[in-house]
């Protein structure tokens, strides 16, 4: 066992630079905006400045003073307070997943950032390393993966493992690091295709379209001055030059855009962990064991549809959504091709079945649907009674607006799609953009049915599931006939054949 | 819906109509209470013609809504079953639209019972039940039901899935 330690000393400067940054705002209003100024707020503004300064830089000293951690066979230890002293355990079997984010600045000193997440609430919910050196970060990561495997032998085979424990941690990790096998990695087509997708070639539509009007402004004036600057912009290939230049220029832009983001992505997988690592520059790596995914999610929007592109999402307990400017990494790359993202769910989750035969909505719940009341409509509507707009008559847009409901639900109603297969539920809906959901029965939380008035006139019920997640997540098909509701539930009392006791 | 599972059978107390009912006349009164003090501040300044027509519509909007109210709790009270098995909590409630939940033990996290001035006054408990995302309330049992409950629950839930 090892003594507890100090966290790496690069952590002071990296909380320093953070800081830096958070005070420039402050800096630029006190000294450079009200530079000459002498009121009395801003005086004191700056003495306040100077003190909330000093308290930042000595508590950052003083938290990397105190804040020690030690790691044992099975958990983490944590020690922290200035004053009130306080230590904590976060054992490794309730670590989700682990997210390593490799910013600039990181690279810059060949170190690393790693945070362990728990999906607990409160103190201690995740375990994270601000500044961590690399190999520090391998061996906390490897003595994770080891005792979690270790859990899960014991769990599967009830047998104790009969090799000592010191022993197995070396083999493990080595054989580990081999088996991994890489599924994804993109090429230069899927990246264009990726570039496309996400439209990020528009960016530069709105710089064209304002740098267009102030050439048009200048040109308006040169035009009462003299003949000759109109001569060239009147004639059309030279305007269609520039306007072409512009468009190359976007889409390249848009390119490297998305390959700063989705070029170096690689996802891989070894027996019992999944791999994602994405990022050309600040790099991100995300890990989670198999067994902890709750749930499968693959999303197309309309675009992605026309494209036969699809994104797969992991659904972990362990909030997934890091830090903001971190950015989401739970996704398998947001650009796959429909057919691949099928095969590559089922080589990384073996225990996952998709099936593509899915059952449909009967025709008495496209009925129900467009019978429903929508609100929005009527909220709409009604504004639009007594805001009476100038440009249409009221009730064509109101018309417009119910035929885009109406559609909308069509839509929804042929999109929907559900199946319980064996273990296992699958539930795609959306109208314009689809999800499908696919989950384990073992993994649901909680399942609800529920029944109204209307639904019950026609036979009809809405199905619900709950999955561990960050918040939990929800899932759910409308309009089900009843019968499929009433399999439904009794398919999820059926878990308690299938689920380990501790 | 229950071909495998008993449907539940357990009711809350008969007077979880009364505190309904009691709590829901408190709420209307202030409802109306600060209606009323609206519609006098738009008499003594008085205010554009809008606000006099969202005061309006928000009157009648109220008025439907308390005679809902004092309508609601008889068919609720009425609804409501629930039962707790090894296995499963069952929770059936709901008027217009009727709800069946079912939650295994082994996902429940804790179990609490509370009790507020109105329930203390006729001796009920409501009893709450949080899983790792979600928490169900059985709204209003007898104080020695509900702490009965609460000790069988937390049997139940003692076994725990392994995690993997």
New interface residues.
């Given amino acids: 066992m090892r003594k507890a330690e100090r966290y790496n000393p690069l952590v002071i400067l990296f909380q320093l630079l953070k800081l830096v940054r958070n005070s420039v705002f402050f800096v630029v209003y006190l000294f450079l905006i009200k530079a000459g100024s002498e009121s009395s707020f801003i005086v004191y503004g700056r003495y306040l400045f100077f003190v909330a300064l000093g308290m930042s830089v000595s508590s950052i000293i003083a938290k990397w003073l105190t804040q020690k951690y030690r790691l044992d066979d099975r958990s983490f230890h944590l020690y922290k307070g200035v004053f009130n002293k306080s230590e904590w355990t976060v054992p490794f ?2 670590i989700q997943n682990i997210n390593r984010h490799t910013s600039l600045f990181h690279r810059l000193f060949g170190v690393t950032s790693v945070r362990f997440e728990t999906g607990m609430e409160g103190e201690g919910a995740d375990v994270s390393f601000e500044v961590i050196s690399r190999h520090e970060a391998d061996r906390i990561e490897a003595a994770i993966a080891v005792s ?1 495997s270790q ?2 032998k014991e ?1 599967s085979s009830a047998e104790p493992v009969g090799v000592g424990a010191e022993e197995i941690p070396s083999d493990e990790t080595e054989s580990t690091a081999q088996q991994r096998t890489v599924h994804f990695t993109p090429t230069q087509k899927d990246i264009l295709k990726a570039s496309f997708t996400s439209l990020s070639f528009l960016v530069l539509i709105p710089v064209i379209i304002s740098v267009y009007s102030k050439i048009n402004d200048v040109f308006n004036i040169e035009d009462k001055a003299g003949g000759f600057v109109q001569s060239i912009w009147s004639s059309k290939w030279l305007f269609a030059v520039i306007v072409a230049a512009f468009i190359l220029a976007s889409m390249l832009l848009g390119i490297a855009r998305t390959f700063l983001k989705y070029g170096k992505y690689e996802i891989s997988s070894d027996e019992d962990h999944i791999y994602i690592a994405k990022g050309v520059v600040d790099k991100t790596t995300f890990s989670i ?1 198999k ?2 995914v709750q749930a499968v999610e693959l999303q197309q929007s309309v675009l992605k549809r026309w494209l036969g592109l699809a994104e797969v999402k992991l659904i972990s ?1 362990g909030g997934l959504k890091s830090d903001k400017n971190v950015g989401e990494i739970n996704s398998l790359y947001p650009f796959l091709p429909v057919t691949r993202a099928y095969d590559m769910i089922a080589e990384i989750l073996p225990s996952y079945e998709l099936t593509a035969e899915m059952k449909r909505l009967p025709v008495s719940s496209l009925w129900i649907r467009l019978l429903r009341p929508s609100w929005l409509w009527v909220i709409i509507t009604a504004g639009l009674y007594v805001f009476q707009p100038r440009f249409l008559a009221w009730w064509i847009l109101s018309a417009v607006l119910l035929a885009i409901v109406l559609i909308a639900r069509w839509l929804g109603y042929l999109n929907t799609r559900y199946i319980l297969h064996r273990n296992f539920i699958q539930m795609k809906t959306g109208s314009f953009a689809t999800t499908l959901f696919v989950s384990r029965r ?1 993994k649901i ?9 209307i639904q ?1 006139l026609f036979g009809l019920a809405t199905i619900g599931t ?4 960050k ?2 997540h929800r899932t759910g098909v409308k309009d089900v006939p009843l019968k499929e ?2 399999a439904f ?2 398919w ?5 054949q299938e ?4 | 819906m229950y071909t495998q599972l008993t449907p539940p059978r357990e009711r809350i107390s008969k007077d979880a109509v009364k505190v309904w009912l009691i709590g829901e006349t408190i709420l209307n009164a202030i409802g109306f209470l600060i209606l009323a003090v609206l519609f006098y501040l738009d008499y003594r300044y008085s205010w554009k013609a809008w606000a006099g027509w969202i005061l309006k519509g928000s009157t009648i909007i109220l008025i439907l809504g308390s005679l809902w109210t004092f309508i609601h709790p008889f068919f609720l009270y009425k609804s409501w079953r629930y039962d707790v098995s090894e296995e499963f909590l069952q929770i059936k409630s709901g008027v217009l639209v009727e709800r069946h939940e079912l939650v295994p033990m082994t996902k429940i996290q804790s179990v609490a019972t509370k009790q507020g001035p109105l329930l203390r006054k006729y001796g009920l408990c409501s009893v709450t039940l949080t899983t790792m995302g979600s928490s169900h309330t059985i709204p209003a049992l007898p104080q020695e039901i509900a702490v009965q409950l609460r000790s069988q629950i937390v049997q139940y839930a003692k076994i725990k899935e392994a995690e993997s």
């Fill in positions: 079997s309730k979690q859990a899960l769990v064991a067994e902890r307990a073992d939380i909680e399942v609800k049915v529920t029944q109204s008035k019950r709950v999955n561990r997640a918040p939990v509701a009433q539930y009794n999820y009392v059926g878990r308690t689920i380990e006791i501790e």
